[in-house]
């Protein structure tokens, strides 16, 4: 689609955003469900920062700024009139790892899984930036829980070992 080319040119060297054939795609996935969605993305929405400012903070923190195109499709819209989908998940920022609830859809962080990312290690960071991952629970009634495992926590016994390995790199 040449407005879609003609954007891409004016948002030059940004992250990318949810095309409209993407949102049409999506409105008519979710058009007769019967079923609250949940939808997975890379690059963070706009309305992050909006979550995060505006929003109700249920967990976590906001470590670093939410790397998002400038330019705002409406995804967040298209989720918001839909009504049919309860969280939009993302990754892509490392550091934040704050879940908000804002106009009735949850914003959410993966938690950072690689013990390699943004040096964290090697940097003595990674107080900062506690890896792990996130869980998505979902029950048979279509209720969703969430929770998290914090490799710190969860293998302690790890820790001198992923050290020594990144020292000697």
């Known amino acids: 689609d040449l407005a879609e080319v003609g954007l891409a040119r004016a948002h030059n060297n940004e992250y990318e955003w949810l095309k409209d054939s993407q949102i049409a795609w999506y409105k ?3 058009k007769d469900d019967t ?3 949940m939808v997975f993305c890379h690059i963070p929405l706009p309305e992050y920062n909006d979550a995060y400012e505006q929003g109700e903070i249920l967990t976590g923190m906001k470590g670093e700024r939410v790397s998002c195109s400038s330019y705002n ?3 967040f819209d298209a989720m918001v009139e839909s009504g049919k989908t ?3 998940v ?3 920022d490392h550091v934040n790892t704050y879940r908000a609830l804002y106009k009735g859809i949850q914003l959410m962080y993966n938690r950072a899984s690689g013990y390699s990312s943004y040096n964290a290690l090697t940097k003595k ?3 900062k ?3 792990g ?3 998505f629970y979902i029950s048979c009634d279509g209720s969703v829980t969430f929770d998290e495992i914090i490799y710190e926590d969860r293998y302690p016994q790890y820790h001198d070992e992923i050290y020594s390995v990144i020292r000697k790199e």
């Open 28 to 30: 008519a996935e979710i």
């Open 35 to 37: 079923c609250p969605s």
């Open 73 to 75: 499709s409406g995804m």
């Open 86 to 88: 309860m969280a939009f």
């Open 90 to 92: 993302t990754g892509h």
């Open 125 to 127: 960071a990674s107080d």
């Open 129 to 131: 930036l506690m890896q």
């Open 133 to 135: 991952c996130s869980i």
